[in-house]
């Protein structure tokens, strides 16, 4: 197990500058999820950390070892890739053991530790199979055991769920989150993915266009975002987000939306300021004394209900536990909790 510290790490692909001076450290024994859209920079960066891209500008620590010149196999990492990338014509435990086997690594050595990771990873009655014969879940167990069978200081995955169907992807983020829990190896675990980021990681950093956005645990994150970004990035349904100004209603603040509408604030502001006004889904309720919306849709997920509420102008999404029996057309009155209220500047999208 090993700390990662990257210092100004930037990027260049000719003239066009892709990563822009990433300051992180990925303390000991810690799983930490690189989050962002599609061409943000976290896998770009993954690759230079595991030495299959290089370095522009900055530095990369693996415990105390500057690693910039580094081969990859001179580094003690092992990666895990989306497509798995195992050999067809060799079984589980030589795909397994063929790492330990370059490395000239005795048969009976290579044998004992491949069986000690396969009853690990519940792959003992596989080991003979070759990667045709096994489902989307075994072969990632069997990309996942080739590179703990070499105990290395750091594992890096590089969005190694995408390609199974849902109901599996949620299995296997349980199997990889206990499988850190059980070796405690510092792990750097890229997804495009906030749900499975929020659920596995205990920090998460978010990115946006080569830079991070922000770095916390997923609570932090959730709670209290810095900009728009993050707001609007993490949780699923999304933040519903509201322009508007603040304004003064008998001596206390109100955010007024740009279609008139009154909502509750907490915060102490200026009257005037104008302003994204922030809530997220579940932190509305239905009450007689909230702002009236028309209901556009209505989808029953059995334990909850989201609605799609038109409010003035603006369209609003909210998320109920109680069963909504409302048709489209319909008028409900909404109201947000104001402990849960997030303001961000207009100009900047800085969390006020």
Do not use: W
Not at 85 to 93: D, E, G, I, K, S
Not at 188 to 196: A, K, L, P
Request: aromatic share 6%; charged share 25%.
């Amino acid at each position: 197990m090993a700390e990662v510290r990257l210092s100004q790490i930037e990027k260049f692909y000719g003239a066009v500058k892709v990563i822009h001076g990433i300051d992180a450290v990925f303390e000991d024994g810690e799983f930490v999820a690189l989050v962002g859209p599609s061409g943000c920079g976290k896998s770009t960066l993954l690759r230079m950390i595991a030495g299959l891209e290089e370095i522009t500008v900055g530095d990369i620590y693996i415990g105390e070892k500057l690693v910039n010149d580094l081969a990859p196999k001179a580094r003690d990492i092992a990666m895990v890739f989306q497509n798995y990338a195992l050999y067809p014509h060799m079984t589980v435990a030589d795909n397994m053991g063929f790492s330990l086997k370059l490395s000239g690594e005795p048969k009976q050595n290579r044998d004992r530790r491949v069986n000690e990771v396969a009853e690990i990873l519940g792959l003992q009655d596989l080991l003979g199979r070759y990667p045709r014969q096994l489902s989307g879940g075994q072969r990632q167990r069997v990309a996942m055991g080739r590179a703990i069978v070499r105990d290395p200081q750091v594992f890096l995955f590089d969005e190694p769920l995408s390609n199974l169907d849902a109901k599996l992807r949620i299995s296997m983020r349980g199997e990889i989150k206990q499988l850190h829990q059980r070796l405690k190896t510092t792990t750097i675990f890229v997804t495009h993915d906030q749900i499975e980021a929020m659920t596995m990681a205990d920090r998460i950093v978010v990115m946006n266009d080569g830079r991070v956005e922000q770095v916390g645990t997923p609570i932090e994150l959730f709670d209290r975002p810095k900009n728009l970004f993050v707001a609007e990035f993490i949780g699923s349904p999304s933040m519903n987000l509201l322009s508007g100004k603040i304004e003064k209603s008998a001596s206390k603040n109100v955010f007024r939306t740009a279609g008139g509408e009154s909502l509750p604030v907490m915060q102490s502001l200026s009257a005037g300021d104008e302003v994204v006004y922030g809530v997220r889904p579940e932190h509305l309720t239905l009450s007689r004394t909230g702002v009236e919306a028309e209901v556009i849709i209505v989808e029953p997920t059995g334990s909850e209900t989201q609605v799609v509420f038109a409010l003035g102008t603006e369209k609003i999404v909210g998320l109920f536990r109680e069963r909504v029996t409302a048709q489209p057309g319909d008028l409900l009155k909404i109201l947000p909790d104001p402990d849960q209220i997030h303001l961000f500047d207009r100009a900047t999208g800085d969390r006020l």
